[in-house]
């Protein structure tokens, strides 16, 4: 292969031309015989002008730049004292270029003293290269007749390297002359430099340009479904300017693009008439040779054609369809109506429809029929069918003229002319740059998961700023996929949600399946998704004595004092006394910072005595950040105004450049007071926050980010009226909790109403802006404790008592004032636990391939739940390779329990009916209440509810929420008997009496003297 700037020309001898200069005609050709290369002609890999350069045999003569006289005499060269002249009567001169009747032409003066030019076939001189190789091996003549300079002559002009060789102090030296040339005469010609090798020994032309050689040529893997494997590719600078490179990459399937106008094709068809099949009409049938006036992928065509006979008469020009077939097969048919004739009505003319309906010339494009590449081949015989589509008597004929049909072309693609992401190919790096004479190597990955089996080709496109041609080079890879033999886990369904009452259960189905090759072994696990906002409350709140120190919310003022001390003591600072946490895993945070310095920092929480400076200073007054979403890029805040930021400001800070971004200030929030923390909880995605106010207390916000609005959870509440919650942070599992600086206590704290509880005492007495959050990997509660007068130390705090264990001394004695641990929150699979409702029938199996999937019944069990909706996980884990660990979500729906309402007869006789009712909960209960005969209502009562009268012997139980026993008391009538005397003299007694229903009243009945009854 030659390389760019070598040109070869074939040029036959020619003899007896005339000259001015006789002198220059003496027969000198001289040869000390060609290298046997099995090429004709030896190349080496060349050095980079550098390692040239490098060599104290060589010597180099750069921007000589001398052009050459276009004159009879022409211009002259000593290689070793670099004198010039534009002469030709100084035989000191070892090359003179010159007109020779009209043509660049070659003088080596005293032939017989070595000074000659390279050729490759003894006739004329060679266009050389880089990486050619001038020496004793090669071929040299010293022909002064312009025949011999053909190949500097050429029309598109020339820029190459001649080789010579010359006599130097009886040493023959080789090397190397760059010549420009111009057009078929060689003129204007200029000399620009040269190099030779004083030590007599061979030279080999450099690079002086960059110059990329990539190895491998090409990669082939061969792997099983699910692996990966790795390939070295090299990328090196064989020139001597630095190389930039990129590799993108090329699938072996393309989408469409716009064809190449230049290449359609017309294909005429005679003019025709389709009459319909109804009328004993048949197909017109056409065959077009193609691929005859240009050669291309054919990707679609367009129709035109001229109409008539249908004016007036129901028939479209769209009624007629064309179905198009091409030499290999690839067909598509369009137009039509109805569905009686096969493959019409697919796909639609431009001209559709009822539109098509009077005489005329209609046309319709149809590009990205078939994809490209490669398209539908062209060459070969194209069958054109036209089909009159209306199957119907009333359907006429339709004269068809001027018809063409003309294919849409691209040209054949060169590879890497669509680059596209691959998903089974990456490479590391993707880019670079390699300097001159060195190489970088590349690391080429293939992976087969997701894969079927089967043969996946792509291109790696090496793009460089080559400059000899290698611009872009194209390295296949293809990657064979075989059938791997392991199990394939399914599980339908996906999620499970079922419903009972409180008190009841429900049994749901998952199915693991095996939809691999080998036996399939399986695990289930539980996991809680979500837990109740008041699980981590203490039994018995913890409680102590009232403290009035009066902690403040705010950073401490710089003691000056104390800043001179700590710098007289800081000849061995105190953390370096504490042991390092050695190859246990970081714990990376950020916070900013205030009392002895004001930035913004990074920090492991394990290594407190080293602080990371992002930027310094940091806008005062953030004490409330947290990380949202596992982004730990973007370090949320709420500003307390006083300071840079006005109150209530919100937005991110970037860790990595510490620079504050506001995004607003909040509304729905206090105009005053200080925002002390914030925590994102992971369960729910929510964003809370407390700020304290001297008229408000401690408040809870739930922070809407993306509107900038803040809702009131509530006022916390179950501490000391001074209470300070100086810190608040959420739990893997949602649990929050707080720190009271006032108390010095760790609490409990209810999201969803800010209720507080408190779990015990820190054991420290903390003071002024401190923070604390949770490592949720671990579910660790980290505490940046500050006590005052920089006494700060990081501890971790026991969230069952509120203990605290020191881990060591904050660098400066630093209050961390928003301190936020940047790890993300785990799968919740990865730590399951018992989830007391939710049971399996078997917690583990085995499926062999081609066997029926595993029933796996799911109970969820209400017997201890209340009314509301539980969240957990089913955690599937199996040996498939690919896919080791499935979460099933499971929601349960527990609705409350119907109540059962009794009624019966307290006290006297009646009757109340129903006797028993069945009330779903929340509903009411009715009564009828029917005392007996003589007998009267005294009382409807009910333990847990309360029934009343409706009107006349009906009765109400509202909002039955529990079971209830309702008894009726009735109570007997009562009559008043009087007696009275109504004539004559006597008397009765008693006068008045009262008698029940259905007693007997008596009386006594005395007659006067003298009176009888």
Not at 635 to 644: P, R, S
């Amino acid at each position: 292969m030659l390389v760019a700037g070598l040109t070869m020309v074939a040029a036959p001898p020619v003899f007896g031309q005339a000259s001015a200069d006789p002198a220059k005609f003496l027969p000198a050709s001289e040869s000390s015989g060609p290298v046997d290369t099995g090429e004709g002609y030896a190349r080496v890999s060349p050095p980079s002008i550098e390692a040239l350069r490098g060599n104290p045999d060589i010597v180099i003569v750069d921007d000589v730049n001398f052009p050459v006289a276009n004159t009879i005499n022409g211009s002259s060269i000593n290689w070793v004292t670099g004198d010039t002249c534009n002469c030709d009567t100084d035989a000191d001169f070892d090359f003179n270029p010159w007109n020779n009747n009209g043509n660049l032409s070659f003088w080596w003066w005293g032939g017989s003293n070595s000074r000659a030019g390279l050729s490759l076939n003894g006739t004329s001189y060679a266009v050389l290269g880089a990486g050619d190789t001038i020496g004793p091996a090669s071929t040299f003549i010293s022909v002064g007749f312009s025949t011999a300079t053909v190949n500097w002559r050429q029309a598109d002009n020339v820029d190459g390297y001649l080789g010579f060789r010359f006599d130097n102090a009886g040493t023959v030296n080789y090397g190397y002359v760059r010549l420009t040339t111009t057009g078929t005469t060689g003129f204007p010609a200029t000399i620009v430099s040269y190099a030779y090798n004083q030590a007599g020994g061979p030279i080999t032309i450099p690079f002086t340009t960059p110059v990329i050689e990539v190895s491998p040529a090409s990669f082939e893997f061969t792997l099983e479904q699910g692996d990966s494997d790795t390939g070295a590719l090299q990328i090196a600078n064989l020139g001597s300017v630095t190389l930039d490179w990129d590799i993108e990459f090329e699938p072996s399937l393309r989408g469409p693009r716009s064809h190449d106008p230049a290449l359609d094709e017309v294909l005429s068809v005679p003019d025709f008439t389709v009459v319909s099949p109804a009328s004993g009409g048949t197909p017109e049938v056409f065959t077009v040779p193609a691929g005859i006036l240009s050669s291309g992928g054919v990707v679609g065509f367009s129709f035109e054609g001229t109409v008539s006979g249908i004016t007036g008469n129901g028939d479209w020009a769209s009624d007629m369809c064309l179905q198009i077939e091409g030499p290999d097969g690839s067909s598509f048919s369009v137009g039509g109506i109805g569905a009686t004739i096969p493959n019409c009505n697919v796909n639609t003319w431009d001209f559709q429809g009822s539109g098509s309906n009077e005489d005329g010339t209609y046309a319709s494009v149809h590009d990205d029929v078939w994809p490209f590449p490669p398209g539908a081949a062209d060459q070969g015989d194209w069958t054109l069918t036209f089909i009159h589509s209306w199957d119907s008597a009333s359907a006429n004929p339709m004269d068809w003229s001027n018809v063409t049909v003309t294919l849409h072309k691209l040209p054949p693609p060169e590879p890497c002319d669509f680059p596209a992401a691959v998903s089974w190919l990456s490479v590391d790096p993707a880019s670079g740059s390699t300097a001159g004479g060195s190489a970088d190597p590349v690391e080429v990955t293939v992976d087969s998961s997701g894969l079927a089996p089967g043969d996946y080709s792509a291109n790696l496109c090496i793009n460089s700023n080559d400059t000899l041609g290698n611009e872009r080079i194209v390295v296949p890879v293809d990657l064979t996929v075989e059938l791997t033999i392991f199990p394939e886990i399914e599980v339908s369904p996906t999620s499970l949600s079922g419903t009972a009452q409180e008190g009841a259960s429900t049994d749901l189905t998952l199915n693991i399946g095996n939809l691999g090759t080998a036996e399939l072994i399986w695990s289930i696990d539980e996991a809680p998704a979500a837990v109740h906002p008041r699980a981590h409350f203490p039994a018995i709140p913890w409680s102590a004595a009232g403290d009035n120190r009066q902690a403040s919310a705010h950073f401490e003022l710089l003691d000056e004092e104390w800043l001179a001390k700590r710098e007289v003591e800081a000849g061995v600072p105190e953390w370096a006394a504490w042991p390092l946490r050695g190859a246990a895993d970081p714990v990376p945070a950020f916070s900013t910072t205030s009392f002895s310095r004001f930035d913004y920092v990074s920090l492991d929480a394990l290594e407190p005595g080293a602080l990371t400076s992002i930027v310094d200073p940091v806008p005062r007054l953030i004490f409330a950040q947290t990380f949202i979403d596992d982004d730990f890029s973007q370090h949320f805040f709420i500003a307390t105004g006083g300071e840079t930021l006005p109150q209530g400001a919100y937005g991110f800070v970037d860790t990595e450049t510490g620079v504050a971004n506001q995004l607003g200030v909040l509304s729905g929030v206090p105009d005053t007071g200080t925002w002390t923390s914030a925590a994102w909880e992971p369960t729910s995605g929510a964003v809370y926050a407390v700020v304290r106010s001297p008229g408000d207390g401690n408040q809870l916000f739930e922070i809407d980010v993306a509107a900038g609005t803040g809702s009131l959870v509530g006022q916390i509440t179950g501490l000391g009226s001074d209470a300070i919650v100086i810190a608040i942070a959420i739990d893997g599992s949602g649990l929050m909790y707080g720190l009271d600086v006032n108390a010095d206590v760790l609490f409990a704290l209810d999201k969803t109403d800010a209720t507080a509880a408190v779990i015990g005492p820190l054991g420290v007495d903390a003071n002024f802006a401190q923070d604390m959050d949770f490592d949720r990997s671990t579910n660790t509660l980290y505490w940046a404790s500050y006590l005052g007068s920089g006494n700060s130390n990081m501890r971790i705090i026991d969230t069952s008592t509120g203990a605290t264990t020191l881990i060591g001394p904050i660098q400066d004695g630093a209050e961390l004032l928003s301190f936020s641990i940047a790890l993300p929150m785990p799968p919740s699979c990865v730590t399951p636990a018992e989830v007391p409702w939710l049971t399996v029938d078997a917690d583990s199996g085995s499926i062999q391939p081609g066997a029926p999937a595993d029933e796996v019944v799911v109970t969820l069990d209400a017997s201890a739940l209340t009314e509301g909706t539980y969240n957990a996980l089913l955690c599937i884990a199996s040996n498939d390779p690919v896919i080791p660990l499935i979460e099933v979500p499971v929601e349960f729906v527990v609705d409350p329990a119907d109540r059962i309402v009794t009624a019966s007869v307290g006290t006297g006789q009646g009757d109340i009916t129903p006797s028993v009712q069945v009330v779903p909960s929340g509903d009411d209960a009715t009564f009828t209440v029917t005392p007996a005969f003589g007998w009267s209502v005294d009382s409807v009562v009910g333990d847990t509810c309360t029934p009343v009268n409706t009107g006349g012997d009906q009765w109400l139980a509202e909002n039955i929420i529990e079971d209830c026993a309702v008894q009726a008391n009735f109570v007997i009538n009562t009559y008043t008997v009087t007696a009275s005397v109504a004539s004559g003299e006597g008397t009765i007694t008693p006068p008045s009496q009262s008698v029940d229903h259905g007693s007997d009243a008596t009386f006594t009945v005395t007659p006067a003297t003298g009176w009888s009854l």
